[in-house]
Nanobody, 120 residues
Framework: QVQLVESGGGLVQAGDSLRLSCAAS????????MGWFRQVPGKEREFVAS???????AYYADSVKGRFTISRDNNKTVYLQMDSLKPEDTAVYYC??????????????WGQGTLVTVSS
């Protein structure tokens, strides 16, 4: 049974940093693309970043490029380092595992989400 568990969300001020973690279990970690998405009430879930299965290729939404960094380690954990946070980054952040891409439907496995709130 695939399980993704996020942690690290919280309340921060604009300009602060935060690191989200996602621990994966029940899946061959190296076989999946790991991604981060976010969602605010009333809006669609949007792509934030993803990290490829092969090599070290990372992909980012334009809105976070240069501020967020995705990484993964050998302990089946993927991270999202968020720097220079802005109030518009406020959302529930979800970890996902799939075969890649920028659309939620391309990821069959999801975590429960962790709330990030950035105050101005």
């Amino acid at each position: 049974q695939v399980q993704l568990v996020e942690s690290g969300g919280g309340l921060v001020q604009a300009g602060d940093s935060l690191r989200l973690s996602c621990a994966a279990s029940g899946m061959p970690f190296s076989s999946y693309v790991m991604g981060w998405f976010r969602q605010v009430p009333g809006k669609e879930r949007e792509f934030v970043a993803s990290f490829s299965r092969i090599g070290s290729s990372a992909y980012y939404a334009d809105s976070v490029k240069g501020r967020f960094t995705i990484s993964r380690d050998n302990n089946k954990t993927v991270y999202l380092q968020m720097d220079s946070l802005k109030p518009e980054d406020t959302a529930v952040y979800y970890c996902a595992a799939g075969l890649g891409g920028r659309y939620p439907l391309q990821y069959p496995y999801w975590g429960q989400g962790t709330l990030v709130t950035v105050s101005s």
